[in-house]
């Protein structure tokens, strides 16, 4: 498993906790970065934390586009939308490669 940033994004989120101890228990390596509002703030905190990957969890009403522009702001680092209603440890141990592409089921 990957070295993982944890990012509530745009707001609170209280499903962070549940993918957070989730990608834990499975013996990932998880920085919960808390709640970041902006693309810049989600780079600074990668260039610190050097991840494999970056894990969002994006508020309710947070739209795609922020979601897409922390992809774009990260473009070394792999993004991923995270959700506790899916099998997230599956998923990224399977390689998740990015973000927000519909056509790849939330990689991009």
Do not use: F, N, Y
Request: overall charge negative; aromatic content about 0%.
């Amino acid at each position: 498993m990957a070295r993982i940033v944890l990012v509530e994004l745009g707001g609170p989120c209280a499903e962070a906790i549940a993918v957070a101890r989730a990608l834990r228990d499975a013996g990932a390596e998880v920085i919960h970065a808390g709640v970041l509002h902006t693309p810049a703030a989600v780079a600074a905190t990668v260039e610190q934390e050097d991840p494999g990957l970056v894990g969002l969890v994006p508020a309710p009403g947070t739209g795609r586009a922020l979601a897409d522009a922390v992809a774009a702001a990260v473009p070394e680092t792999r993004v991923a939308v995270l959700d506790a209603g899916d099998d997230v440890v599956d998923w990224v141990k399977d390689g998740a490669i990015c973000a927000t592409d519909p056509s790849s089921g939330g990689c991009r």
